[in-house]
């Protein structure tokens, strides 16, 4: 264990203000001051499996103890020993380099460290007087990014913090100009196809990163057309200034970087940790973390959440502008995507639009601007390929009307806020009863678990109506026979969006994984992909999809098989707490050894939330001659 050595009591008398070597009276207060909550949040210490804590950063440069990232106390005198020992240069940069640590050391002690080199020219000082005099920020917001499956590290949701920039005087705020806190994995020249791997194993490097906030918006409003959701947090300047010096010592370092529980979400966590330690946000989650519990947790805090912001995504954007069309303009609107200039014309016909009025054309023209842009989605100043020369010409025409266009609002949908959401993770339990085919009268027990996330079967909250996403979900199935394997999903990802005039309505779904298809005996291990089209039904949220499918796999018989068939699936929101789900299909089953067979089947939900966080179904299923009765209870947690 380090000891601070004879020699500091005279050292501290140069370099310790205004009262020399009042550090040195305190020093008999190390070790407790060194169990302090504030000081571990400062290292990023978070409990292990073990009932240990560790350092959540994998840097050694980060700590000055060669145990620092499991020795709280070791890493306390180690930077009391930087800040007094050794020459001026060393020193100042050691507090240079550990702002947060200074700040926290001064507070607790009562007593200031002096620089001894201010006029210092090492980098790290450099990089210190260039963040403390552009960064200035007293408030903070945690921000959700809606869930995105086109990227396995986005396919949860992602968070990031961003905060507020102090306009100078006489200058109105801009919240694009904000500051973005972001945590992320750098994957560099990585073959894609190794991403899941590497991600579940922390073979990314992760590092924190400060930019202003319009290129997260970017990112994900415009080019990931995410939707984002900012949840204001009551946190204090001091408070918001401890999070920034803390970011500025985290700034180069690694933090190995873990899809489950190492995450963007957990980093955010933890930088809210160091500001206030008695949130103990970090230490709220045991084995994974994912990025919409981060929110239901912090949304749950007292006295921590403000206002809920929601800023809608390009294609949000443009279905707000359509749906205010009028008659009269949606025929125009539409007009004049047909014409879409052929390669041999020279000039895009507006002539759709001269029997509107002026206030009537800007309608149309802002519709067709905010379509372009969500049809290709641009970010920032990215030249469209499809409608280039149209968005020109449409530009043009926009500036000739002279009309300043009203505030968009799109409406904020209440139901996918995350901070609404029941936690990800769930327990089943349940009864089914077989009739028909080689099971008739057959009963057993259910029991399963979840860790994530929420499928199209259960009422929406907390995540699009549209996305519904399982991963590893595991039943069971407890008969006179024993416990059988029913069900492991490996993943499960299903898309039925409501119909978007003029953009894709693309529905389809991915499912990789192990199911007994009937009561017994007819497991199948297996792909499955289905795409095809989707309506709306029954007013806005009741939507209907028909799909081509194909599944290959290995079934019970030792056969590998294909099996391409067609999918028709019914949805329909009966309330905020209810949902009837109906999916029939119809395939072909051909085995490699076992000749081919016709597969029907149907299966019918009706599911409801009596009160959180529990939910109940019931449901009737058929697969050939086989019906299954199935009543299940779910606890969310």
């Known amino acids: 264990m380090l000891r601070l050595k004879k020699t500091s009591l005279l050292a501290c008398v140069a370099f310790f203000a205004p009262t020399p070597c009042a550090w040195a009276q305190e020093a008999s207060h190390l070790s407790q001051l060194a169990n302090e909550a504030q000081w571990k949040k400062i290292l990023y210490y978070a409990p292990t499996w073990f009932n240990g804590t560790r350092s959540l950063i994998d840097d050694a440069r980060f700590f000055l103890s060669k145990k620092g990232k499991i020795d709280a106390e070791l890493e306390l005198k180690a930077t009391v020993q930087a800040f007094t020992e050794g020459t001026p240069a060393k020193r100042q940069q050691a507090l240079c380099k550990y702002p947060a640590r200074r700040k926290w050391l001064e507070e607790r002690l009562k007593k200031k460290f002096a620089d001894p080199a201010p006029e210092d020219s090492s980098e790290i000082c450099k990089r210190l007087a260039t963040f403390t005099t552009s960064v200035h920020s007293d408030k903070v917001s945690l921000i959700f990014s809606s869930y995105f499956p086109g990227n396995p590290a986005s396919l949860f949701g992602h968070t990031l913090l961003k905060f507020k ?17 972001n945590h992320s994995a750098h994957t560099g020249n990585t073959n894609p196809l190794l991403f899941p791997f590497l991600g579940l194993t922390g073979r990314f490097p992760g590092y ?53 529980d190492d995450n963007c979400s957990l980093m955010m966590l933890a930088v809210l940790d160091v500001a206030r330690p008695n949130l103990r946000l970090v230490e709220k989650f045991d084995a994974w973390v994912i990025p919409g519990d981060t929110i239901r947790i912090v949304a749950m805090q007292p006295n921590l959440l403000g206002a809920v912001k929601f800023r809608a995504s390009n294609v949000k954007r443009y279905l707000a502008h359509e749906k205010m069309l009028t008659a009269v303009e949606r025929t125009a609107f539409n007009a004049l995507l047909e014409k879409k200039q052929a390669p041999k014309e020279k000039e895009f016909p ?9 206030v009537q054309k800007m309608h149309v023209l802002d519709t067709a601007l905010e379509y372009f842009d969500a049809d290709e989605k641009l970010a920032a100043n990215e030249t469209p390929r499809k ?32 901070g609404t959401a029941y936690p990800s993770a769930r327990l089943s339990f349940g009864i089914v009863h ?21 499928t199209l079967d259960s009422p929406a909250a907390g995540m699009s109506s549209d996305l519904g996403i399982s991963f590893l979900n595991l039943e069971g199935l407890l008969q006179e026979q024993g416990v059988v394997l029913r069900e492991f999903t490996l993943l499960s990802i299903e898309a039925i969006p409501l119909k978007r005039p003029n953009l894709s309505s693309l529905s389809w779904q991915f499912e990789a994984g192990y199911k007994q298809r009937c009561f017994a005996n007819c497991q199948q291990t297996f792909i499955n992909y289905e795409a095809g089209r989707a309506w709306t039904f029954t007013g806005n949220e009741g939507r209907i999809a028909l799909r081509g499918g194909l599944r290959v796999g290995d079934d019970s018989r030792a056969a590998f098989f294909a099996e391409p068939g067609v999918v028709a699936v019914l949805n329909l929101p009966m309330s905020e707490a209810a949902r009837w789900s109906t999916r029939v299909s119809l395939s072909r089953q051909m085995s490699l050894w076992e000749g081919s067979q016709w597969v029907f089947e149907g299966m019918s939900r009706y599911t409801f939330r009596p009160i959180s966080p529990w939910e109940s179904s019931i449901s009737i299923g058929v697969h050939n001659s086989e019906a299954q009765f199935v009543a299940r209870g779910l606890y969310y947690f």
């Open 208 to 260: 924190v990163s400060f930019m202003p906030y319009y290129v997260k918006v970017q990112e994900y409003n415009n080019s990931e057309s995410r939707d984002l959701w900012e949840y204001e947090l009551s946190l204090t300047a001091d408070e918001v200034q401890m999070i920034l010096l803390s970011v500025f010592e985290l700034s180069t370092h690694k933090i190995d970087y873990y899809y489950f």
């Open 434 to 454: 077989a009739v028909g085919g080689n099971s008739t009268n057959q009963t057993g027990a259910l029991l399963g678990w979840r860790p994530a996330l929420q």
């Open 165 to 181: 920039k102090n306009s100078e005087e006489g200058q109105p705020p801009n919240e694009l100009l904000d500051f973005g806190l």
């Open 387 to 418: 409608w280039n020369r149209e968005r020109n010409l449409l530009l043009k025409a926009r500036a000739e009307l002279g009309i300043v266009s009203p505030p968009l609002v799109v409406e904020t949908p209440q139901n996918e806020a995350p």
């Open 350 to 358: 507006l002539e759709a639009l001269n029997r509107l009025s002026n």
